[in-house]
C-alpha cells in the first residue's frame, strides 16, 4: 500500500504499477476520517470487491467540525490506520494535510441547500457544507469510478448523492449497510469516548431505533438528551432517524424503514 500526501502525486499514482490488461481500471474512493473499526473495514471490503484499484482517504476535516466540537480530540492513529487498510486490501491511502487540502487562500465552499440544513444540519451548522465541499476536492484528486459511504450516516450519504447529481460528477455512489457492536450499538470512531457508564446508557439509542417508531423510540430514551429523533426521507428511503447525547459524546444512527439500502 501506498501512503500519499500530496494531491500532485494523482492520478499518476493509481495506475502506474499496474500492468496493462486491456481493460480501463476502476477506482473506488472510500473517503474516511480515520480511526478505523470494522465499519470503515467493511467500506474497504465493499470496494475492493468491485475495483481493480482502491483509495482510501485519511482526513479529519476541519471544515465539517463546528467551534464547539470535538476536532481537537478527534482520535488518531495513523499508523494503525495504515496497517489496518493494507490488511484490507486497499491500494493507496490518501493522508493530505489541512493544509495541503485548505492552504492560505481557500475560498471555495459547496452548498447544498435545504437537504443540509435538517437534522444533523440543524445542529452541526456548516456541517454539509464542509462534507460536500470535501468530497468533490477527494472526487477530483482521485477520480473515482465509485464512492463508499455507510448507511450510518444516511444524510451524509443523501448529501453526497445531492451533489453528484447537481454536479453531474458521474460518481457512482455505493451506501454500506450499519456495522453494529453484538449489543446493537453502531461502530463509531466516537464510541471511544464513551465510559462503560455511558456505554450502557448509549444502548438504548439502537433499543429505540429498533422499534421503528418515533413515540415508542423517544419513551426508550428518556434519560438521554435527544438533539433529534424523525423520521426522514433520503432519495425514497425513508429512515428513522436519531442524534443524541450521552456525556459529552454525541451519537446518531438510523434504522431504514422502507426502501433500497444501497
Ligand atoms: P468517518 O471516518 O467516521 O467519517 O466514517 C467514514 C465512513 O465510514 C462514512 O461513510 C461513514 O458513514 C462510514 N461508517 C462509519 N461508521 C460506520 C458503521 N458503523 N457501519 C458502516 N459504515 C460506517
Redesign the pocket.
Known amino acids: 500500500m501506498k501512503i500519499v500526501r500530496r494531491i500532485s502525486e494523482f492520478p499518476e499514482t493509481l495506475h502506474r504499477d499496474r500492468p496493462f490488461t486491456g481493460t480501463v481500471p476502476r477506482t473506488g474512493l ?6 478505523f ?4 473495514l ?2 474497504f471490503a465493499a470496494a475492493r470487491e468491485e475495483n481493480d484499484v482502491v483509495v482510501a482517504s485519511l482526513f479529519v476535516n476541519p471544515a465539517q467540525f463546528g467551534a464547539n466540537e470535538d476536532l481537537d480530540r478527534y482520535p488518531r492513529d495513523e499508523e494503525r490506520d495504515a496497517k489496518l487498510a493494507e490488511e484490507s486490501g486497499v491500494d493507496v491511502l490518501f493522508a493530505p494535510s489541512a493544509d495541503e487540502m485548505y492552504p492560505e487562500g481557500y475560498a471555495t465552499w459547496v452548498d447544498v441547500g435545504e437537504l443540509g440544513e435538517s437534522l444533523e444540519g440543524e445542529f452541526r451548522h456548516d456541517h454539509f457544507r464542509g462534507v460536500a465541499t470535501v468530497c468533490l476536492k477527494l472526487f477530483n484528486i482521485v477520480r473515482p469510478d465509485r464512492a ?6 444516511a444524510q ?2 443523501a448529501v453526497v448523492k445531492q451533489l453528484v447529481r447537481d454536479l453531474n460528477l458521474g460518481v457512482e455512489i455505493r451506501v ?5 457492536d453484538d449489543d446493537g450499538l ?4 466516537r464510541n471511544r469516548y464513551l465510559s462503560p457508564e455511558e456505554r450502557e446508557a448509549a444502548l438504548a439509542l439502537p433499543k429505540a431505533l429498533a422499534t421503528r417508531d418515533a413515540a415508542k423510540a423517544r419513551e426508550l430514551l428518556d434519560g438521554l438528551e435527544i438533539d433529534y429523533l424523525e423520521e426522514a426521507s433520503f432519495n425514497g428511503q425513508r429512515v428513522l432517524a436519531a442524534a443524541v447525547r450521552v456525556g459529552k459524546t454525541r451519537l446518531i444512527d438510523n434504522v431504514i424503514l422502507e426502501g433500497d439500502p444501497t
Not at 30 to 35: H, I, L, R, S, Y
Not at 148 to 153: E, L, P, S, T, V
Open positions: 472510500v473517503p474516511t476520517m480515520g480511526a473499526h470494522a465499519g470503515h467493511a467500506l463508499y459511504f455507510g448507511q450510518k450516516d451524509q450519504a454500506v449497510p450499519t456495522v453494529r453502531a461502530l463509531s470512531s
